[in-house]
T-cell receptor, first 113, second 113 residues
């Protein structure tokens, strides 16, 4: 059964620092991996989606990498800002494009001005 | 405006009283899904649907029913709610299953007394 973990559970950094969030999954037979952001009391906003055949995706200050064979993904945030404060979740979809989605528990990020 | 809507946003009910949470998307998406989010357990998928009349179980389907009679609607039915179904529920949709990202609704907070 697929299990997804995220390290660290919480992170506090000063503004301007570059940071890395980690996501690990136990079953490498995935179709894709997604990173989401959730603000308190709100729904989820998609940040990046990486197909299993891809190694990385970039959007602005965000870069996500995927190493399917080792069951790992990282989300790199450059030059962090207070507005980046939120919970970041990774999610993996099973082997096919219409399959189950398993979420990690999330990393709570606080960027201090 | 492209969006996923859920109703109601907040609901207090009593054990055993059947309820339905509606979900609707106006983007002609094929894939729709229901999740519940609980402290310490994160987001867990309840049911998902690949298209009209095609649904499948997620990780925590017990106590829930769904139907997909139209492409835009994916209601979540609790036939006999119990207190352990108190949770924050999210509906999501995606245009191409795992090839595209999921768009999330604003959430429905349910309290079962």
């Amino acid at each position: 059964k697929q299990e997804v973990t995220q390290i660290p559970a919480a992170l506090s950094v000063p503004e301007g620092e570059n940071l890395v969030l980690n996501c690990s999954f136990t079953d490498s037979a995935i179709y894709n991996l997604q990173w989401f952001r959730q603000d308190p009391g709100k729904g989820l906003t998609s940040l990046l989606l990486i197909q299993s055949s891809q190694r990385e995706q970039t959007s602005g200050r965000l870069n996500a990498s995927l190493d399917k064979s080792s069951g790992r993904s990282t989300l790199y945030i450059a030059a962090s800002q207070p507005g980046d404060s939120a919970t970041y979740l990774c999610a993996v979809m099973g082997e096919t494009s219409y399959d189950k989605v398993i979420f990690g528990p999330g990393t709570s990020l606080s960027v201090i001005p | 405006e492209a969006q996923v809507t859920q109703n109601p946003r907040y609901l207090i009910t009593v054990t055993g009283k059947k309820l339905t949470v509606t979900c609707s998307q106006n983007m002609n998406h094929e894939y729709m899904s229901w999740y519940r989010q609980d402290p310490g357990l994160g987001l867990r998928q309840i049911y998902y649907s690949m298209n009209v009349e095609v649904t499948d179980k997620g990780d925590v389907p017990e106590g829930y029913k769904v139907s997909r009679k139209e492409k835009r609607n994916f209601p979540l039915i609790l036939e006999s709610p119990s207190p352990n179904q108190t949770s924050l529920y999210f509906c999501a949709s995606s245009p191409g299953g795992g090839t595209k990202t999921q768009y999330f609704g604003p959430g429905t907070r349910l309290l079962v007394l």
